[in-house]
Every structure is written in C-alpha cells, then in structure tokens.
C-alpha cells in the first residue's frame, strides 16, 4: 500500500484526521518507502508522528502461540495457521525441503523432530521460512553445547537423539518415567532387540492417534518398529527438551520391557516372564472396568 492509501485506510478507522498531512509527514521524515506490513493495534485518533513511527519500526501486533509437545510437523502447522495464519502447505514443504534443512544447519532429510515445542509470541502473517527458523533456533539454543557433548560420549548423532527422544516423548504421559523409558528402549538398543514402539506405528497411521490394532503393526514402513530392527528413520514426532534429556541421561536400570498401566504410568521388567505377567494382571484389570468388549 502507498501512504496514501495507508492513510486513507486509518482515517476511515478514524485514527487519523487528515490523509494529506500524514503523507507529507511520511515524506519529511523519509519514511514513505519504509512503512512495514503487518497486522496494528491503534487507541483512538493518535499522532501522524507516533502512527508513522509504530509503521515504521514495524510494532505489529502479536499473539502467544503454545505449540505442546510431541505434536508432529503437520498438526503443529495446523496451529500456525489458525493462530498466524501461516501458509500450512508452504510450512509443510519446507519441512520436508532437505535443501531447506540443510540452510539451517540441521542434517537430515526433514525438519519433523527439531520443532522445538514452546510458547512463541508471532505475528500475524509470519512467513513459514520465518517461524521455521524461529523454532529451529530455539532447538538449537536447548540443545546446547555440553548436550552435544553427552551425545558424543554416548556414540550417538544429534539425529538419532532426536529420534529416540521423540519416541520417548510419544510414550511417556508421567515425567518422572522418561528416563526410565529412554533406558529401555537404549537397552533394546544394545541388544539388538526390535524397539515394538507404539509411538513409530502412530507415526504411520493415517487415521491416528488412535488405539493400535494388531493389523497396524504389520503394517511396511522403515518406521514401523515393530517389523525393523534399530531407530525409524527419523522423529516421529517433536520432543521436548525433557525427553531429550532423558535420552541423554537415562535412568540406570536393566529393563527391557513395559506396559501401560491405565492411568498414565507403566509397569517395567527385566525379562519377558515378568513381563506376560504384567500384561497378563493389567487384561484382568481391563475387563473388570470396560467389560470384554475393549
């Protein structure tokens, strides 16, 4: 818009008197060509001096956006876009743009896992190139120097942090068991053991999250853990900085195995026997409260 048409638009809103004097101000101060767009907060009618210089700096107004974590690269897209009203399918290009990934210093194929979730002040508007940026930086910023060094020690690439953590992540509803959990499946790790992690079958689903069904985890994927010895690929979700941790501060316990509990938590074991019996008195307890339907 030219000043004048800026101006036009604020004196219909009646924030400004006169169109003329605003554009003649604009040009004596040598703002014409410098008035940024944006979305603009005003209190009645204000100074053409204080209006010129809010368009000037670029004093837009913002919002703050909460993206949680352990959402995926598309549902945090949708957030953007209802809150910013961001261009989801340009975001999601990106995302999957290695190009892209690679200008941001993040060496992987995707940006899916490095999201970082938190709550940001943006603007309306924003460009995805922009808010990508910003969240990359803020993973960046957490994931710190004395993290890479932990990672270093452990042999594992900041990649493969990222990929346990967001599995951790998808698994853990109680804080306090993300260690636990991280050092489970690193256990399984070491021994060459399938992960089985629900969290990689959700990740694959198109229908999800949902309950899993025993056809979903013979679904073909190199996500699908449950088939795929190792780590997935990649995240399957954005993990925050807790389950990273975790990751890289694992509980030391020798467990191999766990199942959901019903409430949040999970009962752990050290070998299969222990573990059927596990299942075995949380389908009893199932029963009892849902019936034999579920």
Not at 173 to 192: D, H, Q, S, T
Not at 219 to 229: A, K, Q, V
Not at 239 to 264: C, K, Q, T
């Amino acid at each position: 818009m030219t000043p004048y048409e800026i101006a036009s638009l604020l004196k219909d809103q009646e924030i400004l008197n006169n169109r003329q004097i605003f554009v003649l101000a604009a040009q004596l101060l040598g703002v014409s060509r410098n008035l940024q767009a944006g979305n603009y907060s005003f209190r009645g009618r204000i100074s053409n001096y204080s209006v010129l210089k809010k368009l000037y700096e670029g004093e837009v107004t913002t919002k703050m956006v909460t993206i949680p974590e352990g959402l995926t690269a598309p549902r945090i897209a949708n957030i953007l876009k209802t809150a910013v009203n961001i261009d989801s399918s340009r975001f999601m290009s990106l995302v999957h743009n290695p190009k892209f990934c690679d200008s941001l210093g993040i060496k992987a194929h995707s940006l899916e896992g490095y999201l970082y979730p938190n709550t940001y002040k943006l603007y309306e508007g924003i460009t995805a190139e922009k808010v990508i940026t910003y969240l990359i930086y803020h993973f960046k910023n957490e994931f710190n120097d004395s993290l890479l060094q932990r990672a270093e020690q452990m042999k594992m690439s900041v990649h493969e942090v990222v990929t346990l953590a967001s599995i951790v992540q998808g698994e853990v509803m109680v804080e306090e068991e993300e260690p636990i959990i991280a050092a489970l499946y690193l256990n399984r790790l070491k021994r060459g053991m399938r992960l089985q992690a629900d969290p990689t079958i959700q990740y694959i689903i198109k229908d999800g999250p949902r309950r899993l069904l025993e056809r979903d985890l013979k679904i073909e994927s190199p996500y699908n853990t449950y088939l795929h010895r190792g780590l997935p690929p990649g995240p399957v979700n954005n993990p925050g900085i807790s389950s990273i941790r975790a990751v890289l501060y694992p509980a030391e316990v020798d467990y191999l195995f766990m199942v959901a509990n019903g409430d949040g938590t999970h009962t752990f074991s050290e070998t299969l026997l222990e573990h059927n019996r596990a299942k075995k008195r949380f389908d009893r307890y199932r029963k009892k409260i849902y019936g034999n339907n579920n």
